[in-house]
């Protein structure tokens, strides 16, 4: 069956790098562009923008076009998104989900509390 | 950006009862492939969000007939036939035919 498996929780403080994962399994990984979602403590889902598998081009959302990378690990079926810098403001819960136009999988979901 | 706007904001309802949950967006979601990428996803409390609608109205194979879609251009309708106690949760609309948007979330709760 199709799953995204994301990483562990994480917890950071300001100024450091974090970057978490998000397996793919039972498609192919580069047959659907892999997308982002932000949700802050209580808040709702914000569009952090997707990554094309097959050519690794990310496009971003415009409040994550500094600090933020998405990668690839297309061997091993793995999204990656990485925050540098990280600040108070990036504490949140991040998801990774299938698929720009449906988002149809979404994975459990990784939660990253930055404090100092 | 298109803006997805919610109504309303949260549902208190009880087991049984009909649900009806707005979405309209500031931009016609009608795509020049002739089709309009709305989504319906349900986020139950402490978990990640689930499919429900795509393209307005088309159910995933998991989703039980209680629910329907409808809607066009860039007013949208989720419709809930008879609450379930399994049904609450966050609902969201989201468009992805122009760079990706969410609404604002509705909140359904059971009496």
């Known amino acids: 069956q199709i799953q995204l498996v994301q990483s562990g929780p994480e917890l950071k403080k300001p100024g450091e790098s974090l970057k978490i994962s998000c397996k793919a399994s039972?498609?192919?990984?580069?047959?659907?562009?892999m997308q982002w979602v932000k949700q802050a403590p209580g808040k709702g889902l914000q569009y952090m923008g997707w990554?094309?598998?097959?050519?690794?081009?990310?496009t971003y959302a415009d409040d994550f076009k500094e600090r933020f990378v998405f990668s690839l690990e297309t061997s091993a079926s793995t999204a990656y998104l990485q925050i540098n810098n990280l600040k108070n403001e990036d504490t949140a819960t991040y998801f990774c989900a299938r698929g720009i136009i449906r988002g149809d999988y979404w994975g459990q979901g990784v939660m990253v509390t930055v404090s100092s | 950006d298109v803006v997805m706007t919610q109504t309303p904001v949260s549902l208190s309802l009880a087991i049984g009862q009909p649900a009806s949950i707005s979405c309209k967006s500031s931009?016609?979601?009608?795509?020049?492939?002739?089709?309009?990428?709305l989504n319906w996803i349900l986020q139950r409390p402490g978990q990640s969000p689930k499919r429900l609608i795509y393209q307005v109205s088309k159910l995933y194979s998991e989703v039980p007939d209680r629910f329907s879609g409808s809607g066009s251009e860039t007013e949208f309708t989720l419709k809930i036939s008879r609450v379930e106690a399994e049904d609450l949760g966050v609902y969201y609309c989201?468009?992805?035919?122009?760079?990706?948007?969410f609404g604002s979330g509705t909140k359904l709760e059971i009496k």
């Open positions: 931009q016609s979601l009608l795509g020049t492939s002739g089709k309009t990428f």
């Open positions: 990554i094309n598998t097959q050519t690794g081009k990310p």
């Open positions: 039972g498609y192919t990984f580069t047959d659907y562009a």
């Open positions: 989201w468009q992805g035919t122009h760079f990706p948007t």
